[in-house]
Every structure is written in structure tokens, then in C-alpha cells.
């Protein structure tokens, strides 16, 4: 009875150290984790220092600067209406991304499937954020206190563990920016750029501070007419009659892009546009600059490069 009494204590005692020894691992295994706290529109979370698993929930404001900084994401959601599915970023850089859903309507269940251990979204998501953070830590950024694609690219870089990269490819940035300044010379100092956006009957136009192709502009040096230069409203619905006083050297129209126009230009049959110096001179180009980062800023640099020093 004695040797059957002892057995049995030391097996239990055996099994309880096994247990205990198992906790240990475990925790172990979840301090290997690095992680770091981020300040983000709902306050603060606690994320991996490197996630591996990211999901993104909006395209040219977030996903751009996480495809620009090297990162391939694990699920992404897209955009709805008429145009780019993607805006700003080139097909070949999202094929074969798992969809979950557009950025209105997130598909909890397929973000679920995909297993995150990081969601980058805006404060647009908020009422799902209670529901995203219970998949993976979670971070919501509001777009309007951080407009400047530079400063986005920079805060999603300490997210995924990528500063010195944002540092490489926002030196890469000024460098072409250089370059194009070094191009126009003279013409930096005097030509006049105009951008407006189509809507029906109307136009659109942007606060410079609040477009990458305003950031851009500003720069390069390249000025805008003063009703644009002096807008305060990030965005202003205006009638067609306002068009003469965004006049300027060279026009460059973003098209309509809740509308598949077959032709997009229509409105240069409109009396009114015939007016416009750029008109009369031939400087009126359409553009795609639907766009929110980095990779989207190299499109718009592209076509300063095509329209104003190459003439094309």
C-alpha cells in the first residue's frame, strides 16, 4: 500500500509540473511576440512590432503605402463604384490578394478565415472596430488629421516595422521631384497648372494641401491659379461658369469617374471652355489622379514628365 501510495503521489505531482511546464511554454512562445503600442483614431493598440498577417480595408489611402513599402497583405478590400478597383496602384501589385469585401462593407467572416494578426483601417470602420479587434489588434486612422501621403507613408512604416525602407523610397521620391524641377527650369517660375475634376454638369475642385497632386505641386514649386491656391474647403462643388477663374497655363482634368464617359473630354464643346487660354493653346489633358500614396504619386510625376517637359 505504501509503494502504491507513493506512485500515485509523484505521478500526480509529475503531471501538475508537465502542466505547469506547458503554461510556461506557452507563454514563452507568446512573449517572442515583439510588441508595440500605437496611437491610432480610437486610441491606442497593442500590435506586433512585425505582423506578417496584415488585412487592409482601404485602397489608395492605406493600401498604397503598405504595397510601396514592400508589404504584400493578406486580404484587402475594394473599391465600389465606377473606375479603378484598386485607385493609384497598379494591377500586377494587387493579383492574387484575397478580396473580403468593399471598404463600406467589410466581410467579417472571410477576414476571420484569412487569420490577421494585424487590420489597418479608417475612421470610416469604426462601428465594426469593437468586431475587427476581437479577429486581430486593429488600427483606424483618421484620414483627415493625416492627409499628407508623406506622413501617411511614414506612420503605416512604423506599424509594419519599416521605417528604414519609407526612409529609401521617400529619398527616391525627391529625387525625381529634383529631376523634374531641373527639367522645367525656367518655366518653374512661370508657367500656371490647373487641376479640376469632373462632376456631371459641374466641376470639382481640391484644397492643395489635402491631394497628392496638390503636395506635389507644392514641392516642385509648380504654382496653381489663386482661387485654387487660396481654397480652404477640402473639397468644393462648383458651377461651370467659375471655369475662367481656374484658367491657367495648362489644364489638367480628372475625369468622371462615377461615369464611364466614352468621352471624357465632352465638355470641351461647351462655349465656355473655349475661353480658357489652355484651351485655345492646346494644353488640356485628362488624368488619372484618383490617387492617395506613394505609388499613385509616381503616376501623377509621370505625366508632369509626359505633358510638361516632353511635350507629349
Not at 56 to 68: E, G, K, R
Not at 126 to 154: C, G, W
Not at 243 to 264: G, M, N, Q, R
Request: aromatic share 8%.
Amino acid at each position: 500500500m505504501l509503494i502504491v501510495t507513493v506512485l500515485a503521489i509523484t505521478a500526480c505531482h509529475s503531471n501538475t509540473l508537465q502542466l505547469k511546464h506547458n503554461q510556461i511554454s506557452l507563454t514563452d512562445a507568446r512573449s517572442l511576440i515583439e510588441t508595440q503600442i500605437v496611437t491610432h483614431a480610437l486610441g491606442k493598440a497593442k500590435i506586433p512590432v512585425k505582423p506578417q498577417r496584415t488585412i487592409v480595408l482601404h485602397d489608395m489611402l492605406i493600401l498604397d503605402s503598405v504595397l510601396a513599402l514592400g508589404v504584400k497583405p493578406v486580404g484587402v478590400t475594394y473599391w465600389p463604384l465606377a473606375g479603378e478597383r484598386f485607385r493609384g496602384i497598379p494591377k500586377d501589385l494587387v493579383a492574387n490578394i484575397p478580396e473580403v469585401g468593399s471598404i463600406s462593407q467589410p466581410s467579417l467572416e472571410k477576414i476571420v478565415s484569412l487569420k490577421p494578426d494585424l487590420i489597418l483601417g479608417t475612421q470610416y470602420q469604426k462601428n465594426y472596430y469593437r468586431l475587427l479587434s476581437a479577429i486581430a489588434p486593429t488600427v483606424l486612422i483618421d484620414i483627415h488629421k493625416m492627409d499628407d501621403f508623406k506622413e501617411m507613408l511614414q506612420y503605416i512604416s512604423q506599424i509594419l516595422g519599416k521605417r528604414d525602407y519609407a526612409e529609401v523610397i521617400l529619398t527616391q521620391y525627391q529625387q525625381r521631384i529634383q529631376q523634374l524641377q531641373q527639367q522645367l527650369r525656367k518655366n518653374l517660375k512661370t508657367i500656371t497648372i490647373s487641376v479640376v475634376a469632373l462632376a456631371g454638369q459641374n466641376i470639382y475642385t481640391y484644397s492643395p494641401d489635402s491631394t497628392v497632386d496638390g503636395q506635389i505641386f507644392r514641392d516642385i514649386g509648380l504654382r496653381r491659379p489663386l482661387i485654387q491656391e487660396n481654397q480652404k474647403e477640402g473639397s468644393l462643388l462648383s458651377s461651370i461658369e467659375v471655369l475662367p477663374e481656374h484658367d491657367a497655363d495648362v489644364l489638367f482634368v480628372i475625369a468622371d469617374w462615377t461615369k464611364a464617359s466614352p468621352e471624357p473630354l465632352y465638355f470641351l464643346k461647351k462655349p465656355i471652355w473655349s475661353q480658357l487660354k489652355a484651351v485655345q493653346n492646346n494644353q488640356v489633358y485628362e488624368v488619372n489622379w484618383n490617387v492617395g500614396g506613394l505609388l499613385g504619386a509616381n503616376r501623377i510625376i509621370d505625366d508632369l514628365f509626359k505633358y510638361l517637359v516632353n511635350g507629349a
